[in-house]
């Protein structure tokens, strides 16, 4: 990747983190995660709060990064309903102190949030909708945006929503769905909340030039088209080869989800685009196709019935990784 700045990555190891190494290069990035795994240089723990400002000060003081990319957070939605403090610490404070410091070394900070900020009533949204989240994780994310842009008003929140893609640990929906599939077990999927589904890879792809072309403030990123989520998983799936039939389609109330969701969502892209003309994000069978030829990530179960059929990903064999360097200091 030419022309990018000297970026360090925290939450390298999960999905949107670990996209964003795997296109920047390893000698343009520094990946960090909360525990050791393959490609990981530094462990820093963000639920640390006592700590974690003179971890991050350790930390940039030795890698002097030009960006740092915070794709660390807690993004299980009904998890943040269950456990307010914990979403709050990783969504909002911890992401304020990553862009103080990130600030007091030099640096600006990118945060990653989600249309789930704003209630669904009447989406597709733009950056400058009124926010108004229904959810603990939306409130904290909400939080965490203004948070950053107080601390570091050169900084960029990326929202974005409904990511997926090829990931080691294999926990997004393209992979819950294709697990279905593969033992022919029925999958309920809402037909009712309505959002831009986005694959990793574009988004990881988008940010890196959004960084080089020195963007601030919020800007939405999210796929190219604007469909339910039960909609979605029959286009996955009919990507794949796999039984469209196994798909039901329900109402969001029947799924009794702890945390409201919104409904009506989505993610307008006007500013990316007039930032990023030439950009292009996949649709799902693009996604798909390119998922297949990249053959990274956790591999797809076969599908049940479908012998002739390949797994989208397959791991890369890669060496050991080298023992990531402890940010911390032992007591």
């Not at 006592?50 to 794709?71: C, F, H, K």
């Not at 589904?197 to 574009?202: G, S």
């Not at 799936?237 to 329900?250: C, D, F, K, R, W």
């Amino acid at each position: 990747m030419t022309n990018l700045p000297r970026t360090l990555i925290l939450g390298a190891g999960g999905q949107v983190g670990a996209a964003m190494a795997h296109e920047a290069g390893s000698e343009n990035s520094i990946s960090v995660d909360l525990r050791a795994g393959p490609g990981i240089q530094y462990v820093l723990d963000l639920a640390k709060s006592g700590a974690l400002s003179s971890q991050l000060a350790e930390l940039l003081a030795a890698t002097r990064p030009d960006v740092v990319i915070n794709a660390a957070g807690m993004t299980w939605v009904d998890g943040c309903e269950a456990d307010p403090r914990l979403a709050a610490l990783l969504n909002d404070s911890a992401a304020r102190e990553v862009a103080r410091q990130t600030r007091r070394f030099g640096g600006t900070s990118v945060y990653f949030s989600t249309e789930y900020v704003f209630d669904g009533a009447a989406g597709p949204y733009s950056e400058t909708d009124p926010a108004r989240p229904l959810s603990v994780y939306g409130r904290t994310k909400l939080n965490g945006e203004t948070g950053v842009l107080a601390v570091d008003p050169d900084s960029l929140v990326i929202r974005t929503t409904v990511v997926y893609g090829p990931e080691a640990l294999g926990k997004n929906f393209a992979y819950q769905l294709a697990a279905a599939l593969s033992s022919s077990t029925p999958i309920r999927v809402p037909s009712d909340q309505v959002s831009s589904p986005t694959y990793n890879v574009d988004l990881a792809a988008v940010t890196l030039a959004l960084i080089r072309n020195r963007v601030s403030g919020i800007c939405n990123v999210v796929g190219p088209e604007l469909m339910d989520r039960a909609t979605f998983a029959r286009r996955l799936a009919h990507a794949i080869g796999g039984e469209t039939g196994l798909i039901q389609s329900v109402p969001t109330a029947a799924l009794e989800q702890r945390a409201p969701r919104p409904l009506k969502a989505g993610l307008r892209v006007d500013r990316l685009r007039s930032l990023l003309p030439h950009c292009h994000l996949r649709t799902p069978e693009e996604a798909v196709l390119h998922w297949r030829s990249r053959q990274t990530g956790k591999p797809w179960p076969a599908l049940a019935g479908r012998a002739d059929r390949q797994p989208v990903g397959a791991f890369r064999s890669q060496p050991p990784p080298d023992t990531p360097r402890e940010v911390r200091r032992e007591s």
